[in-house]
């Protein structure tokens, strides 16, 4: 690359991402064909209902699909490499150093009889072989008073039952950004935590990753925390994308019919008069998928092909892509005519 010519090859790039889980009830397709980018220096939300497949999606990154799961096909490039070929050990290099993950339950990821210093400090003694312990544990302070820790020395020296909810989620955000990574995901980062406190670890993680200049890919239920944080929001259902695009174009103008009922469970898109409004039924169980487009038995838009063709993403823009036949020029195959009686 020329000098000075901007890299603008993406961070992360997930291409055809199938997992699935092999259970003694049968086989759960948990992601089927997931496609995404994340650019340098961009904020990415993943989005939709419990059960779509986010937080499976970001554990695939990590190559943290357990047994019986696992990665049936696809690729995950991160800085040109395809993570799924690479050895185990240079796995363990990539996770905490270049890619962090910020769990949902933050007092569940900490080690209960380790001091939260020695905690923040060990994460860069792991990952910086050159450092000791005097230095790592002088740069585990500073992190510490980052994320706006009053007393960072008197905190370091408690342990993690002794934390309110908030305080733990501020260290958890200091142990993932302390190596200074270049992807960090957050999976569900404020849900556990009440609003006031959320709008605070919001604006604390904005300012960080700006400092540090992260890529970032959000996981959340809850679109107001995409719409404050990420410029790009990839909307998920059963396991599959449905739409993708800048987070104001897809937020104002909704193209997929499950984003746009997405949108209106917001309290701000009701009336005070009007109840609150809810999509019919359920997610699908993921061990008996619905044939064809899998919002289709949900969709008040629904067509005949959608119960029996899966819908390809569709380029609306350049960065607005739709997966749903209501987009898609080819017509809807003709029924197939009445067998004559002999």
Same mark, same amino acid.
């Not at 955000?173 to 270049?182: D, E, G, Q, Y």
């Not at 995409?226 to 993708?244: F, W």
């Given at each position: 690359m020329?000098?000075?010519?901007?890299n603008?090859?993406?961070?992360?790039?997930?291409?055809?991402?199938?997992?699935?889980?092999?259970?003694?009830?049968?086989?759960v397709?948990?992601?089927?064909g997931?496609?995404?980018?994340v650019? &340098?220096?961009q904020?990415?939300g @993943?989005? !939709?209902?419990?059960?779509?497949?986010?937080? $499976?999606t970001?554990?695939s =990154?990590? %190559?943290?699909?357990?047994?019986?799961?696992?990665?049936d096909?696809?690729?995950?490039?991160?800085?040109?490499?395809?993570?799924?070929?690479?050895?185990?050990?240079?796995?363990?290099?990539?996770?905490?150093?270049?890619?962090?993950?910020?769990?949902q339950?933050?007092?569940?990821?900490?080690?209960?009889?380790?001091?939260?210093g020695?905690?923040?400090?060990?994460?860069?003694l792991?990952?910086?072989?050159?450092?000791?312990?005097?230095?790592?544990r002088?740069?585990?302070?500073?992190?510490?008073?980052?994320?706006?820790?009053?007393?960072?020395?008197?905190?370091? &020296?408690?342990?993690?039952?002794? @934390?309110? !909810?908030?305080?733990?989620?501020?260290?958890? $955000?200091?142990?993932?950004? =302390?190596? %200074?990574?270049?992807?960090?995901?957050?999976?569900?980062p404020?849900s556990?935590?009440?609003?006031?406190?959320?709008?605070?670890?919001?604006?604390?993680?904005?300012a960080?990753?700006d400092?540090i200049?992260?890529?970032?890919l959000?996981?959340?239920?809850?679109?107001?925390?995409?719409?404050?944080?990420?410029?790009?929001?990839?909307?998920?259902?059963?396991?599959?994308v449905a739409?993708?695009?800048?987070?104001?174009?897809?937020?104002s103008?909704p193209?997929h019919?499950?984003?746009?009922?997405?949108?209106?469970?917001?309290?701000?898109?009701?009336?005070?008069?009007?109840?609150?409004?809810?999509?019919?039924g359920?997610?699908?169980?993921?061990?008996?998928?619905?044939?064809?487009?899998?919002f289709?038995?949900?969709?008040?838009?629904?067509?005949a092909?959608?119960?029996?063709?899966?819908?390809?993403?569709?380029?609306?823009?350049?960065?607005?892509?739709?997966?749903c036949?209501?987009h898609?020029?080819?017509?809807e195959?003709?029924?197939?005519?009445?067998?004559?009686?002999?």
């Amino acid at each position: 690359m020329a000098a000075g010519t901007p890299n603008t090859t993406p961070l992360l790039s997930v291409r055809d991402l199938i997992v699935r889980f092999y259970t003694l009830r049968g086989v759960v397709h948990a992601l089927e064909g997931v496609s995404f980018d994340v650019g &340098r220096e961009q904020s990415i939300g @993943l989005v !939709g209902e419990t059960g779509c497949g986010k937080s $499976i999606t970001a554990r695939s =990154v990590l %190559r943290l699909i357990d047994p019986p799961g696992r990665i049936d096909g696809g690729s995950i490039a991160f800085q040109g490499r395809d993570l799924i070929q690479l050895p185990e050990t240079e796995m363990r290099a990539i996770r905490g150093a270049d890619i962090s993950m910020i769990m949902q339950e933050p007092k569940m990821s900490l080690n209960p009889v380790m001091r939260i210093g020695d905690q923040v400090a060990e994460t860069l003694l792991i990952h910086d072989k050159s450092l000791n312990r005097r230095t790592a544990r002088a740069q585990a302070l500073d992190m510490l008073a980052s994320v706006s820790i009053p007393d960072p020395k008197r905190l370091a &020296r408690r342990y993690p039952h002794e @934390l309110s !909810g908030g305080m733990a989620q501020r260290i958890m $955000i200091a142990m993932m950004l =302390v190596t %200074r990574p270049k992807l960090l995901i957050a999976d569900e980062p404020t849900s556990a935590l009440d609003v006031t406190i959320q709008a605070q670890i919001i604006e604390l993680m904005n300012a960080l990753i700006d400092d540090i200049q992260s890529s970032v890919l959000m996981i959340s239920h809850d679109l107001g925390v995409v719409a404050e944080t990420c410029d790009r929001v990839i909307v998920m259902y059963a396991g599959q994308v449905a739409e993708a695009g800048d987070v104001e174009t897809v937020m104002s103008d909704p193209q997929h019919p499950y984003t746009a009922a997405l949108l209106k469970t917001l309290p701000d898109q009701v009336d005070a008069d009007e109840p609150l409004y809810s999509i019919k039924g359920n997610v699908p169980s993921l061990l008996t998928p619905p044939t064809g487009c899998r919002f289709a038995p949900r969709c008040e838009h629904a067509m005949a092909r959608c119960h029996n063709e899966r819908p390809r993403a569709i380029p609306l823009t350049a960065d607005h892509q739709v997966a749903c036949f209501l987009h898609d020029a080819a017509p809807e195959p003709a029924a197939e005519p009445a067998a004559v009686p002999a």
